[in-house]
């Protein structure tokens, strides 16, 4: 399992409601309800990876998280997970509001844009960034958001949204070994993974 995958798994707690949004094969599914007996559904857009999570036994929905999303009483989840998916999202917003309304709690985990290496690919080539986390050229990703973690926070606040934890970590894109990092997180850090809570 990826390594922010296995940081968020350490804060779930055993038994909650879980919705993983974008859930892919439902790797994180599949090892919250093994070792922490949550009560997981996914939603995934994707028809393949939705089927091999369904496969798995677990309760995934093949749809649009937009539209699948709407469908949830409020407070009807413990935690509301979007790994790596906040990149290619449309209307980060409302998505994030919708977490919070559908979850008591909203965890986030994304690519760092102001790492480093990229910094200085984009000094020294003057050309768009690519690297293991943003693997694309500029005309065929997927992503259409650029996020460094310190944004992110500001993104929080103007949302009015509370941050309940934070970590900063180095991994490459779907490693399982990684660390964690304290110092500079906006310049060294690979990926930021925030754990939201809801706004008054």
């Known amino acids: 399992m990826r390594f922010d995958l296995q940081v968020i798994a350490t804060w779930i707690e055993p038994g909650s409601r879980v919705l ?32 091999q999570a369904i496969a798995k036994g677990l309760s ?6 937009y539209e699948e999303i709407e469908d ?15 990149m290619q999202v449309l209307d980060p917003e409302t998505l994030i509001r919708e977490m919070l309304r559908v979850g008591r709690l909203g965890v986030v985990s994304f690519p760092n844009f102001t790492h480093y290496k990229n910094r200085l690919q984009m000094l020294f080539t003057g050309r768009a960034p690519m690297s293991k986390e943003l693997p694309y050229e500029w005309y065929n990703t997927p992503n ?43 310049l060294f850090a690979t990926f930021g993974i925030f754990m939201l809570g809801q706004g008054k």
């Open 20 to 51: 993983d949004l974008g859930c892919r094969t439902g790797s994180l599914l599949a090892h919250l309800t093994e070792q922490k007996s949550i009560l997981g559904t996914g939603i995934e857009i994707d028809e393949e990876a939705a089927g």
């Open 144 to 186: 259409i958001r650029v996020i460094p973690i310190i944004d992110f926070r500001r993104f929080c606040r103007h949302l009015g949204v509370p941050i309940v934890k934070e970590v900063a970590i180095s991994t490459h894109h779907h490693d399982e070994l990684g660390k964690v990092i304290t110092f500079l997180p906006n």
């Open 60 to 65: 995934v929905i093949h749809g649009d998280i």
């Open 72 to 86: 949830y009483p409020d407070n009807a989840f413990d935690y509301v997970i979007l790994s790596q998916a906040l």
